[in-house]
Every structure is written in C-alpha cells, then in structure tokens.
C-alpha cells in the first residue's frame, strides 16, 4: 500500500523524561505537564516513552503484572482525555494487561476523538523484557490518520530491519519509536539508519536519567526521510522538542541521487526472510562445531581501480601488494577496470570485452599468493550487458553475482538483472556480494546472511555520505557478519573503503576508528575471525535472526 501523495506539514513533539516506577499518578502527571508544553509549541502530535504508565525495571514477572493496566485504565483513559481536551494525537508506551490474561510491552496512537485508532505489541524483547513480557501478537500495524498514514515500534524493534521496513512497505510516512535506549548507538544511528533507508519520519522518544541499575542517555530525536535530524533533545536533559512534519511528497522516498526506496525493491528475491528460520541454510550452519583458530582470514577493501592517472597496470599492482601483506580475501570498488565510475552503454561493452584480460591477471596473482579477489564489472551473455562481480582464485573463475537490483545508473545499458542472491563457500570463509545498489536495500544483506554469508562484500561507487555514515554499519551489526565495503576515489562520496566486524566499532561514531581516507590505493584490512560471524546474539538471549517474526513479514516478499 504507499502513501497518500498528499502533501501534508503538521507539528509533531517527542518528550524526553523518566518514569516513575510503580507510580502511576506521578507519570499521569507527567504526560500532563509534557502535553501542555508540546501543545504550547503548537504539535498536533506528542510521543512519549516506552512503558510510560509504570516504568521498565521491574522486581520480576509478577511485579509487572501488578503494574500493567488494561486498555480501559486509568493511564489510557488520561491521554483519551488529553486527546479530546487539546484536539491532538498522543502516542505513548504503555505496560498491558492483554484481553488474553498475558503481559506486554505495548505502543498506543489515541486520535484526537479520544479514540485507540494503533496498537501495537513490542516483537523484539531485550534480555530483561523477557523476564516479564511476552512477544507481542500484533504484527506491524500501520493507520491512516489525517496526519499521513502512521506505524509503531518500540526500541529494540529498531534493530531488526525487517520491522521498520514492514510498515515502510505498508505506505508509513511516519514512524513513532517509544523507547528505553541503553546506548547512544541506537538513537544516533540506527534511528536515522531506519529513516534513511526507508524513506519515512522517525520520531524516537526515550528515557533520560537512572531507574534503578539502568541509565538512560536520552537521544529523543525528530528525523527526516533523508536521514537529517530535525530537533533532538540534549543528552541527560528532560523536556520536548518539536518539528514540522511534511509527509506525501515524492522525494521522500528517493535516493538522493536517483532510483526509488521502495519501488526498486525486489520482493521475489527476499522470500527467504519469510522462511521458517529452521529452514533457511544458516540454521544449519550454526547448529555446526567451529574451532575459531581453523576460521580466521585476512579480508581487505583494495581502494585501487583504473583512473585518469592509474593505469590498468597501476590497479592491479596494488591488488598484488595487498597480498605481499597476507591478504586473502581482496574486495575491489566497482567497475575496477574502468576510468569512469559511471558507464555509458559504449564503455559498458567495452568493459565487457576487457573483462577476460583482466580475469586472467588477476587469476595469475590469486595464485601465487593462494588468494580471493572479488572483481566487479560487466558481463555479456547472448549479447546482452550486465553489471555484475565474479569471485576469482587461483584456478579462475568460481563464481559470479550478477546485480539483482538495476538503478538508476545502469538503465541506458544494463538488459538483466540476477533473479537472485548467491553464496559462496569458499576455503576463505562463505561469501556473499552486494553489487553497487544492491547495498542500498537491507533485504540484500538479510537474504545472504539467511544463506549462511560469514562475510559480504559491498562493491561501491558512493553518491552520498550517508552511505558510509547510516548503512554500512547496521548491516554487520544487524546481520553478524564481516562487511567489507570498496569504494572508489572518483565517486561523489569518494573513497571511505572499509571493513565492519560483526559487533561493530567500540564507539557509535565509527569515523572516529574507521576514519575514512580518499586516497587511491589504500588498502584497507581486517584479520577476520569469522566464528564472530556464528555467533547472531546482540546479548543474552536477543537473537538477531532467531528472534524474528518471520510469520509477520509477508509483506516484504509480496511481489504483487
């Protein structure tokens, strides 16, 4: 379903405070007093935290069962009335008593009649969630509203992409998050991550402050389609901020640089992600013995291609260096044989026509240092152009990812695209290939790690920052996996090469460990232990592929 077209601009406030356990008057209170000033502020929109009504860290299940409250209690029948009183919407998390006698960990929308018009049920439970709550039993409800066409979740829901894009896919405009965040990660990346890869407002309200052995950082925030945020309020502050929403213009689901967020997806390549998880290869994989030291490579983004001033010669020396240095497995930025990062339909034949001389160099390095080289450029078959990457040892070549998703850039000449996603399991580890915009999609990802990917390679010509900065990251991280991501120098976004492990950077703002260099030639390297890449837990118990709902994701894979 998409959005209405509509263009709409409304006022919308995010609250950022602490609830007071087991203290229901106190956070009546509360919500009163923030609504009173996000109304002075003229928001026709107010979202709250997660757990408003009782607070998060409960004594144990029976604690919180003392705490929650039906959806005809007091704290729902407050912020009806504060609906009805200031003629707006609120949003606000909420500990439930079900109609079915079980506990969980909720998300209310009351329209301005006063009227329950969105429920939802947190799928994605923490460790200490699920000391008390059940999983949520609701789906991805997404409601028309006379603001735009509204979804829910709740925090950790922010760290399974096929959440967020559910509601995307469903025609979401905007997505209000009411949350409990631990880490400044989760606000100051994955929520603009989610609204960048999505196409939709995210308005995130957290906590701030100590509950108990919890401490909140805050990082409420209003962010754009674009990824850019709007208003956010201060670390370790209380109070609201507000924005204006604009939501059915057409540019909010595009790239900034051309092609469609939503309509170039490719639904009939992702149906693995609605798969029972015990029927996917990477169940498999997992349940097998691993002995870490037998399971280690050297990986490498090779930032290194033919340019105005690198000669074909010039690029594949730095590939040969980069093994001198013990790397196996070598990641080159897209189109390596080419001086262009953008091909016409000439050059893309040309290309095509040069590939079997540069495969056979290649070849030759692969094997006298017993390495991997993952090439990206065009293949021909029966005539026809595709962009596409091979993967290249000693003995030639034995495999190729064909592009799956065809953007903007390749349309004048590319006449097919791959039906799907391979692996590849090679002695260096099990490898997956992003092709250029093929990065672009988190389905990508998702669908190679489901088939068992220890690594995936992102062959790139980067257009925006954003790029590097909010997608990179959550695909090793969400996904548990090595990626490494080429880039080239003479993009938009030029170089910035790179290689994510599976649990990420110690600090949130990578750029600070991974700063990103233009240079062309530098090698970028990781002494990869890829048992990292069997082990898919966050934290205890939180599964970043077991966990899923797999049952709630038809919409994903629906090519219709």
């Known amino acids: 379903m998409s959005s209405s077209n509509v263009i709409k601009t409304f006022r919308a406030a995010v609250v950022q405070t602490l609830a007071e356990l087991g203290d229901l008057p106190a956070n009546i209170a509360l919500v009163k007093r923030y609504v009173a000033e996000a109304v002075r502020q003229g928001a ?32 729902c029948e407050a912020l009806a009335t504060l609906c009805r009183e200031h003629d707006i919407y609120v949003a606000s998390g909420f500990t439930e008593e079900g109609a079915d006698g079980k506990v969980y960990n909720t998300a209310l929308l009351f329209d301005p009649d006063g009227e329950l018009i969105c429920h939802y049920q947190k799928q994605f439970l923490a460790t200490h969630d699920q000391n008390w709550f059940e999983v949520g039993a609701k ?66 309200a957290t906590k701030a402050g100590v509950e108990r052995s919890i401490y909140y950082p805050g990082g409420s925030m209003i962010v754009a389609p674009d990824g850019h945020v709007q208003a956010r309020i201060p670390y370790d502050m209380h109070g609201v901020v507000s924005a204006d929403i604009v939501v059915g213009t057409q540019n909010a689901r595009s790239w900034q640089f051309g092609g469609e967020k939503m309509q170039d997806r490719r639904p009939d390549a992702y149906r693995i992600l609605a798969t029972d998880f015990k029927r996917t290869p990477l169940n498999a994989i997992l ?38 240095l013990g790397v196996k497995v070598i990641a080159l930025p897209l189109y390596f044989g080419a001086t262009d990062w953008v091909l016409s339909a000439a050059s893309a034949r040309k290309q095509a026509q040069m590939a079997p001389a540069l495969i056979e160099r290649l070849t030759g390095i692969c094997a006298r240092y017993d390495a991997l080289v993952i090439l990206p450029g065009v293949g021909e078959y029966e005539g026809k152009l595709y962009p596409e990457a091979v993967l290249l040892d000693g003995s030639g070549m034995i495999g190729r990812q064909r592009q799956v998703h065809l953007g903007p850039r390749v349309s004048s000449w590319a006449q097919s695209a791959a039906e799907g996603f391979a692996v590849f399991d090679t002695r260096y580890g099990r490898l997956g290939v992003l092709v250029d915009y093929d990065g672009m999609f988190p389905e990508s990802s998702r669908v190679l790690t489901l088939m068992g990917a220890e ?36 993009a938009p ?68």
């Open 44 to 75: 026709q929109l107010v979202v709250f935290p997660e757990c408003m009504n009782s607070g998060y860290l409960f004594d144990s299940a029976e604690h919180c069962r003392q705490l929650a409250e039906t959806l005809d209690g007091a704290y």
């Open 287 to 324: 349940e097998e013995s691993v002995v870490p030291e037998t399971r280690t490579t050297k990986v490498a983004a090779i930032q290194a291609h033919v340019a105005r001033d690198h000669s074909v010669d010039d690029a594949v020396e730095m590939v040969e260096h980069a093994c001198r």
């Open 455 to 490: 690594i995936i390679v992102w062959c790139c010509a980067w257009e925006h920052p954003n790029q590097r900065r909010l997608l990179a990251v959550p695909k090793a991280e969400d996904n548990r996996v090595y990626l490494v991501c080429a880039n080239r120098t003479d």
């Open 139 to 204: 789906g991805n409800p997404v409601v028309d509203t006379e603001l735009g066409r509204i979804g829910l979740l709740i925090c950790f829901d922010g760290r399974i992409p096929e959440i967020a894009r559910c509601l995307a896919a469903q025609g979401a405009e905007v997505v209000l998050d009411m949350a409990n965040f631990f880490a400044m990660d989760q606000a100051e990346m994955w929520v603009p991550a989610r609204a960048y890869e999505n196409g939709v407002w995210f308005i995130a």
């Open 493 to 560: 976004y030029p170089g910035g090469s790179f290689v994510v492990p599976p649990n990420g950077f110690p600090v949130w703002d990578f750029e600070q460990v991974a700063v990103p260099t233009p240079r062309w030639g530098a090698v970028m390297p990781e002494y990869a232990n890829l048992a990292l890449s069997r082990q898919k837990r966050m934290i205890p118990g939180v599964d970043m592929v077991r966990n899923r709902l797999v049952q709630t994701y038809s919409v994903l894979t629906d090519a219709s």
